[in-house]
């Protein structure tokens, strides 16, 4: 291999000679890397030309190159690191808020869907759940992503419904002044053209994906313009150095994502669905990314959950609403009293069990837990001060809702009722699970003179609950059924005689 080399670097310096009596300067001398077939010898450094060849010096600092720049790097970029880092913390904020809403929407309207209301019941399951498995508060706030699609579509579809809100206004407006008039008839003709155009917008936007921008695709074409002009502008050479000089010093990643060309796939609705049906695509993906969408929210999972959350709601409270019933029914005033007394210590029983037996339900997802009062009874002397606290919110935030029950509303308004439910019941099965976790993951139970001091306070509470729970029979329009809705472990459903 070196004699190869050999004869090639002298063809090359045949073809090339380097001139005699040339001195090359010392400072010319700079260290020039030869690649091994050009080199005679084995040593570290070889003569070109009169120049002396060194190998490359090694780095002064002690780190790899790779790091050094690296962190040469962040320093340059910290301020706008920083500000970056800034705005994608309130982006994620933003969207998490908004998700959760989205997301408390869909609970809230699933709530008063006949069958399908279990779902929300079975997401507070599955709430309780992941915060008993982890202890962590945060885990129970599940579908967060899911709901931003929500959110976005929500607000979207209430921004484009604002025009027609305006046009049918101003019709409106001009039939009560004058109905047959010319006014009325042009502005009834507005009317059906911005609603044809209204509803043409909202299936192109459910056809190219539901982005928030395709929403407002539009209103973003002259902004597109201006930006577009701007950047060719910006890119004449002087302009472009100037900016790279004064806000890429600052900005660099900024700066340079600003030069890049945004496709009119990305936002522009028509060429989008061009393009969707030059590929015969156009039903077949959005078809197919709503399914996913859907299947991605679990609906069976939830379902499977939130029915066997209702058959421990019956069996632990069918039977105080029969004694009741029978109570009020009886002919006799001393089987009234029985019937009264019975239902009375079987409601404090149920109220006092129910929610340790439906935790024990959310931790092992099996509906024999709902038998197992004993084993989660003895969880009380594990975390008495939690469960305490986890029985407070349940009488606090469901105090509310008893109010709700006093007259009847229209069913038209009964989401309305759900949202209330929704976001008063969450904070109450998330106090429970993280009560169940510490109480279930703890190995030695506390000392008796604890568990007893806290056990009245206990009782106390549930005693609260069974008083809300019979004032309710006299003053809600659902009677002694009302304790087959309680609303601590139920929604206002259509399963109430109102649906």
């Not at 010093?249 to 945004?262: E, G, H, I, L």
């Not at 239902?343 to 069990?353: T, V």
């Amino acid at each position: 291999m070196s004699s190869q080399g050999n004869q090639r670097f002298g063809e090359l310096s045949e073809l090339d000679p380097a001139p005699s009596g040339l001195d090359v300067p010392s400072a010319l001398a700079v260290p020039i890397s030869i690649p091994p077939n050009l080199s005679s010898t084995g040593s570290s450094s070889s003569t070109v030309w009169g120049m002396r060849v060194q190998p490359p010096p090694f780095p002064a600092s002690a780190l790899p190159e790779s790091e050094s720049v690296v962190t040469a790097l962040r320093a340059e970029n910290r301020f706008e690191n920083f500000v970056l880092w800034a705005i994608g913390l309130v982006q994620r904020g933003f969207r998490w808020v908004g998700g959760m809403f989205g997301i408390g929407f869909l609970l809230a309207w699933l709530a008063t869907v006949p069958i399908l209301q279990l779902m929300t019941l079975g997401y507070f399951v599955e709430v309780t759940r992941r915060v008993i498995r982890t202890g962590r508060l945060r885990d129970g706030f599940i579908g967060s992503n899911h709901g931003w699609t929500i959110c976005k579509w929500l607000f979207g579809l209430a921004i484009t419904w604002l025009p027609l809100m305006a046009v049918s206004r101003m019709r409106y407006d001009a039939w009560l002044i004058a109905p047959n008039s010319e006014t009325y008839a042009s502005w009834l003709v507005w009317e059906y053209l911005v609603f044809g155009l209204t509803v043409v917008h909202w299936v192109g936007v459910g056809l190219t994906g539901g982005q928030l921008r395709h929403f407002f695709w539009p209103l973003l074409v002259p902004w597109y313009l201006v930006t577009g002009l701007l950047k060719r502008t910006l890119s004449i050479s002087w302009l472009q150095l100037l900016v790279e000089q004064t806000v890429g010093v600052v900005f660099p990643k900024s700066t340079a994502a600003y030069y890049r060309s945004v496709p009119l796939s990305n936002w522009f609705v028509p060429a989008v669905l061009w393009r969707h049906v030059r590929q015969g695509t156009l039903l077949s993906e959005s078809s197919d990314r709503f399914w996913v969408w859907v299947a991605a929210l679990r609906p069976g999972y939830y379902l499977r959950n939130g029915l066997g959350a209702f058959a421990g709601l019956m069996i632990w409270f069918v039977g105080p609403t029969l004694w009741f019933l029978i109570a009020t029914r009886a002919a006799n005033p001393a089987a009234e009293g029985l019937g009264f007394f019975l239902g009375l210590m079987h409601l404090f029983l149920a109220l006092q069990y129910y929610p340790l037996v439906h935790c024990r339900f959310c931790e092992t997802g099996r509906w024999r837990s709902y038998w197992q009062w004993r084993q989660a009874a003895c969880r009380y002397w594990y975390s008495p001060l939690r469960l305490c606290l986890a029985a407070t919110m349940s009488l606090i935030l469901t105090f509310p809702l008893w109010l709700t029950r006093i007259a009847m509303i229209p069913y038209e308004l009964w989401w309305l009722l759900s949202g209330i439910y929704v976001v008063l019941l969450g904070p109450v099965w998330l106090t429970w699970g993280w009560a169940w976790h510490h109480a279930a993951t703890r190995t030695q139970p506390t000392t008796w003179l604890w568990g007893l001091s806290w056990m009245p306070i206990f009782w106390a509470l549930v005693i609260g609950q069974v008083i809300f729970t019979l004032v309710s029979i006299y003053t809600s329009w659902q009677g002694v059924f009302n304790i087959l809705l309680h609303p601590t472990f139920n929604f206002p459903s259509p399963f109430s005689p109102n649906a």
